[in-house]
């Protein structure tokens, strides 16, 4: 073909599907648009399941695809070589079977002859678990596609299979940040903390009730350009150091960037501030996968008040760290100075389960020893629990 703007289409609205399944549909419609006469898959194997969960095709009757899922998808003479195939290695089906022996075989004759027939296939494994497939399939027939054509749609899916794998890429990047930011909303609403979602530039971008009240008492001011701030001059620098150290991070999730320290009001009353890295701004030219957006890098912020005992510390820990509810008792037992045998008989169960636990917890936290542990636990809960203690402040 010669107009390649199609491609560009055809690619954003591959990353379009990685926010959206159902854009991968309109990314396939479009791409057999662009080759007329050709049937378009995209699909996921569950090889658990032994099915397809995920099914996205174009110019096929939804008859025929219910019929591939019960049944035809088993019988297909392409399919055991597609899912063979090296991640992201593009193939046709010309040298695995010959027009002659595939005019043999039942998939032709009774699924495919029936849709006018088709004689041959692209296709390219783009994902490659270990239950879970995906693969990017084009078929057509061959009188209607010339040599000149042919190799365009070849070279066509040599480069949306690279970016469909991105896509991936990027979509498991969204999915465990919106865990993660699925757990920190699940412990907002159990806290009745004050809750701000600020930015690099030390704006508000959110505040819950409870910080609302913080604005009305005084404790906390709001700019005429939207910016945070602490009525007392060195507790307002304490949070924009802390501020601007959890929104530089350039990872997704730099745990050693939560930090905490201690305020007080005018009455003299202590409170502490949380700051929880959260993951950075996507930058707009999404197919890029970077994260470089610096000024719409944001963070959460807890205001708490150590006299109001309502909070749970497993939640924080477990928000905190991504831990599980298990992992998280065990460093919070951990922490408060009890040893594995200690733990394992508080909550009835062995010594070698909570070492397992402690093994996952140093993985999952980047870390190798239960000092490191204590000290990044300090960070959130030293200052509300031993508050009376310097050596925890900051």
């Known amino acids: 073909m010669d107009n390649k703007n199609y491609m560009f289409e055809l690619i954003d609205l591959i990353y379009a599907g990685a926010l959206d399944d159902r854009k991968w549909s309109i990314f396939i419609k479009q791409l057999s648009i662009a080759y007329p006469g050709t049937m378009t898959s995209f699909i996921f194997y569950d090889l658990e399941q032994s099915g397809a969960p995920v099914n996205f095709y174009s110019n096929a009757d939804d008859y025929f695809i219910q019929k591939y899922a019960e049944h035809y998808m088993g019988v297909n003479p392409w399919l055991k070589y597609v899912l063979d195939l090296p991640t992201g290695h593009v193939d046709d089906g010309r040298g695995?079977?010959?027009?002659?022996?595939?005019?043999?075989?039942?998939?032709y004759n009774d699924w495919m002859k029936p849709q006018e027939g088709i004689d041959s296939t692209i296709g390219a494994q783009v994902l490659n678990e270990k239950h879970l497939q995906a693969a990017f399939s084009v078929q057509f027939q061959d009188e209607k596609l010339n040599n000149d054509n042919y190799a365009c749609l070849k070279a066509d899916i040599v480069i949306l299979t690279k970016h469909l794998q991105r896509a991936i890429i990027l979509r498991k990047k969204l999915e465990a940040i919106q865990i993660y930011t699925d757990c920190l909303e699940h412990i907002v609403h159990r806290l009745s903390s004050a809750v701000l979602i600020s930015n690099s530039n030390n704006e508000l971008i959110f505040a819950n009730r409870a910080a609302e009240n913080y604005f009305?008492?005084?404790?906390?001011?709001?700019?005429?350009?939207?910016?945070?701030?602490?009525?007392?001059?060195?507790n307002n620098k304490q949070l924009q150091k802390l501020v601007h150290s959890a929104t530089s991070s350039t990872q997704l999730l730099d745990l050693k960037s939560i930090s905490a320290t201690r305020i007080t009001d005018d009455m003299g009353k202590e409170f502490v501030i949380m700051v929880f890295p959260l993951s950075p701004y996507i930058h707009s030219n999404i197919r890029s996968g970077i994260y470089n957006d610096h000024s719409k890098r944001q963070c959460l912020v807890f205001i708490i008040d150590p006299s109001k005992q309502d909070y749970a510390d497993v939640e924080i820990i477990s928000a905190a760290f991504g831990l599980t509810p298990a992992e998280s008792r065990l460093a919070?037992?951990?922490?408060?100075?009890?040893?594995?045998?200690?733990?394992?008989?508080?909550?009835?169960?062995?010594?070698?389960?909570?070492?397992?636990?402690?093994?996952?917890?140093?993985?999952?936290?980047?870390?190798?020893?239960?000092?490191?542990l204590v000290k990044q636990l300090a960070k959130i809960f030293g200052v509300i629990k031993l508050r009376s203690s310097d050596q925890y402040g900051q």
């Open 216 to 234: 009305t008492s005084g404790l906390l001011l709001l700019g005429r350009d939207n910016s945070i701030a602490i009525k007392k001059n060195s």
């Open 96 to 107: 695995h079977i010959s027009l002659k022996d595939l005019k043999t075989t039942e998939f």
């Open 332 to 372: 919070k037992s951990l922490y408060e100075g009890l040893s594995l045998s200690d733990h394992a008989e508080l909550y009835q169960t062995t010594t070698t389960t909570a070492r397992n636990q402690l093994s996952s917890i140093f993985q999952k936290m980047g870390i190798s020893k239960q000092s490191e």
